[in-house]
């Protein structure tokens, strides 16, 4: 077996708003899309054709998802996105009125990062490498 995308959906209750978080602050663009289902692939894989990584939202009560999950939320998720500037990401983030959960923090392990969430509560742990 070939894998030729790796894809994570969340299910929530506006699917526009939580594709323009990512849009807006991650660099990501729609793959595909229409009103209840959106996929996104980051600006830096749109020319992948295999091993790329789609972030994708479907809308909460959809019939399409099955029955035991057709309600659920992404609460208790957690993404990690390492970024070659974790500072930048963090400062250009709170301009915009993104609320932090931690402060940006050099860790011992080799970790710049902070964390904070998206519109629909999920988790996110923005990370830099660094010495």
């Known amino acids: 077996m070939q894998v030729t995308t790796f894809s994570t959906t969340f299910f929530v209750p506006d699917v526009a708003a939580s594709s323009a978080f990512y849009i807006q602050h991650f660099g990501f663009e729609v793959a595909f899309g229409n009103d209840w289902f959106v996929s996104l692939r980051h600006a830096s894989q ?73 519109v629909d509560g999920v988790l996110i742990d923005v990370i830099e490498r660094i010495p």
């Open 46 to 118: 749109k020319d992948v054709a295999v091993g790329g990584f789609d972030l994708c939202f479907m809308l909460r009560g959809h019939p399409k998802a099955p029955s035991p999950y057709v309600d659920q939320s992404p609460a208790g998720t957690l993404l990690g996105w390492i970024v070659d500037d974790a500072t930048a990401v963090y400062d250009a983030m709170r301009a915009a009125g993104v609320a932090m959960v931690t402060p940006l923090t050099d860790e011992a392990y080799g970790q710049r990062h902070f964390f904070c969430h998206d």
